[in-house]
């Protein structure tokens, strides 16, 4: 077939060279060392593209797309199955690092990415800048593209880290509504019935929601919609619930009554102290610092934290002078 002038292997896309090009052309960092890749996920009884890479994208091949409508566009298109729960194990390991090397305060964000809270440790980094510089290297260095947006909120910084249009986004303290308001709604984590009712009623951005009056804005798009907006402008407060690291040595004592005597926390703390401490033999690990988290019958948490000089597992209590 070779001699008469045909092939028997299918000829190339005829866009394939512009869209390497297009990744190269503006930032030679990029480097395209595989062929464009997409995932298929089932939704349904339909089969739909949940994710695609740069090259994909150049190509017209985007998240929601029907696997059939995808491989008809590109059929030679390097197509593999999504899978999400591996995907979430490798976010809980990625949480479970910046837990242990970064901040104590680390969670996975609903979709793929993850929270670090920065207040009282950025000063550990070099400062915000730097550690956002060094976060995205050691993105690089580990094969992902990653986007960085520090805000004061957690609404803002997820908003701003996959709508903004820079790598590396900083929010002045207190410049969170001027940061967020050219976003799209769609950046405030909304469901899709409340961006269908957006859609209808003309808002675009976030910046036409803030003119409205709560009461009717709840009324067009829902009270969920509200909340999102007041909790990325800091109205209302989203607590981030930090990944716990299950290899920290941990204790407790869950009583049948409270106790408020001295004696009795002394026999408690005692107790807590025995047990912790065959943990650490066990282990064969010292503490250098310790906390006592105390649950108050009005719901709240009272700590006492201390450190030591080197690392110990050695009983000493003294309570009271």
């Not at 929601?209 to 969920?224: E, F, K, N, Q, S």
Request: charged share 25%; hydrophobic share 45%; with cysteine.
């Amino acid at each position: 077939m070779r001699e008469l002038g045909r092939r028997s292997e299918a000829a190339s896309h005829p866009y394939k060279t512009a869209a390497l090009t297009m990744l190269n052309a503006p930032a030679a960092a990029l480097p395209v060392d595989h062929a464009p890749l997409a995932l298929i996920g089932k939704m349904g009884r339909r089969e739909e593209v949940v994710a695609a890479c740069i090259g994909a994208q150049a190509l017209g091949i985007h998240a929601g797309m029907a696997a059939t409508h995808a491989r008809a566009l590109v059929s030679d298109l390097d197509f593999r199955p999504a899978e999400p729960e591996a995907d979430a194990a490798l976010l809980d390991r990625l949480a479970l690092l910046a837990v242990r090397r970064w901040s104590p305060i680390a969670a996975v964000t609903p979709l793929d990415g993850l929270w670090i809270d920065l207040a009282g440790c950025d000063h550990l980094h070099g400062g915000e800048e730097r550690f956002c510089r060094r976060l995205l290297a050691f993105c690089r260095r580990a094969g992902f593209t990653a986007r960085v947006a520090v805000a004061d909120t957690p609404g803002a910084a997820h908003a701003l880290a996959r709508f903004g249009k820079e790598e590396l986004t900083r929010v002045d303290p207190h410049g969170t509504v001027e940061a967020i308001s050219s976003l799209p709604i769609a950046a405030l984590r909304l469901t899709p019935t409340a961006l269908s009712a957006a859609r209808k009623f003309g808002f675009e951005r976030i910046a036409d929601l803030l003119p409205v009056a709560r009461g009717p804005l709840a009324r067009r798009l829902g009270l969920p919609a509200i909340t999102r907006l007041d909790q990325a402008l800091g109205g209302i407060a989203e607590p981030i619930t930090p990944r716990d690291d299950p290899e920290v040595p941990a204790v407790e004592r869950r009583l049948l009554e409270p106790i408020s005597t001295a004696d009795a926390i002394e026999k408690v703390m005692s107790d807590l102290l025995g047990d912790l401490a065959e943990v650490l033999q066990a282990r064969g690990l010292g503490a250098r610092s310790l906390r006592l988290t105390g649950m108050r019958v009005d719901g709240s948490e009272q700590v006492v934290a201390i450190g030591t000089s080197r690392p110990t597992r050695k009983l000493r209590i003294c309570c009271g002078c």
